[in-house]
């Protein structure tokens, strides 16, 4: 986004203008961190800010402040469909197709107000006025920071703001883990722990307060669930609906389940089944120059990043784990992948 482009924002973002905030469906923390710092700053500047998710925010984000106020589409479409039609400017955040916020794509698509995108996944759609999309950074979040700072400059960033802000970050890289991490990253981090944000009690708050019945659901994948194909470097886990019935499976219960196998040594690819009502939904992950996102796209109609993506299936979860285990025997083969590449 040039300089020109952000200075028109900031001449738009006026106390009576109308804005939303958008994300994608089933709401990670970089989503939910991104939307949450960008209306914790609108709200300071007194402009008439809405935040809108497809569906609900897991329970280990709503200590993020204004977390209750995010509207979801599930809970009332047609309020949301009403804000979408009638805002000025919605802000489209972590996501790059029109197709990744569910039941409000449409009315997404159709709107008439302006379109400003912040991403950070590959080869955006379409249909966006203004676009702020870098596939080198960490996560949409650390994004999120340059923008707040071009807009506004870094003084507005109070420690709610920060945050939002750090959790989207920690959560989109493990923790810092995966290779998305790099310098720049690590000095806004900086800047986040100056305003306030303390990393130990953000990560506590994120991934120390699991229910009994989410660590036994961990624990039940990991022991009779996980799949593992040393010949082909690959492990995957797939949850029948049983499953989750079984553990009293609520919505946030799964995420980060698919990293799992990737521990195991010599493991660099790793995808995590999940049987829905109509589809089975999956996750890819990967180490070195595997690449998920080529993986999701040819074979499971999905995208994303080179080591995180995901797809779905319309066959049944029987089917679906048949099919991907053929693919890798046959077609896309992780181990010969790998010796190809070094």
């Known amino acids: 986004m040039t300089a020109n482009e952000i200075k028109k924002i900031r001449d738009f973002l006026t106390p009576g203008i109308k804005v939303v905030l958008v994300s994608h469906a089933n709401p990670d923390g970089d989503a939910i961190g991104s939307v949450l ?12 800010v809405q935040a809108l998710l497809p569906d609900i925010v897991p329970a280990f984000y709503n200590w993020l402040k204004d977390s209750d106020e995010i509207i979801l589409a599930e809970e009332d479409l047609a309020k949301s469909e009403a804000l979408i039609n009638d805002a000025d400017i919605i802000f489209c955040l972590d996501f790059n197709a029109f197709k990744r916020v569910g039941d409000i794509e449409q009315p997404l698509r159709n709107a008439s107000s302006i379109k400003v995108l912040v991403d950070h996944h590959p080869e955006p759609e379409s249909g966006f006025d203004f676009v702020m999309s870098d596939t080198s950074v960490s996560s949409t979040s650390e994004l999120i920071y340059h923008l707040i700072d071009q ?16 959790t989207g970050i920690m959560t989109d890289t493990g923790s810092f883990n995966f290779s998305s991490a790099h310098p720049g990253m690590y000095d806004i981090l900086k800047k986040l722990v ?93 180490k070195g120059s595997f690449p998920a996102n080529q993986f999701a796209e040819k074979y499971f109609r ?20 048949e099919n991907f285990e053929s693919i890798i025997k046959k077609d896309f083969n992780p181990k010969l992948i790998s010796s190809n590449d070094s």
């Not at 710092?37 to 008439?48: E, I, R, S, W």
């Open 151 to 166: 807009i506004e400059g870094d003084q507005i960033i109070d420690k709610p703001i920060a945050d939002a802000i750090y």
């Open 194 to 286: 100056e305003k306030g944000v303390n990393p130990a009690v953000v990560h506590q708050k994120v991934y120390d307060t699991f229910t009994e019945s989410r660590t036994r659901l961990i624990g039940h994948s990991l022991l009779n669930k996980m799949i593992v194909l040393p010949e082909y470097q690959t492990a995957y886990i797939a949850l029948s609906q049983k499953d989750l019935q079984d553990f009293n499976y609520e919505k946030g219960d799964t995420e980060g389940l698919v990293n799992y196998p990737l521990a195991i040594k010599d493991v660099v690819f790793a995808a995590f089944f999940t049987e829905k009502d109509d589809m089975v939904k999956i996750s890819f992950r990967s």
């Open 302 to 321: 999905g995208g994303g990043h080179l080591n995180a993506a995901g797809g779905k299936s319309y066959k049944s979860l029987k089917k679906t784990i």
């Open 37 to 48: 710092a960008l209306y914790g700053v609108f709200k300071k500047k007194n402009v008439n």
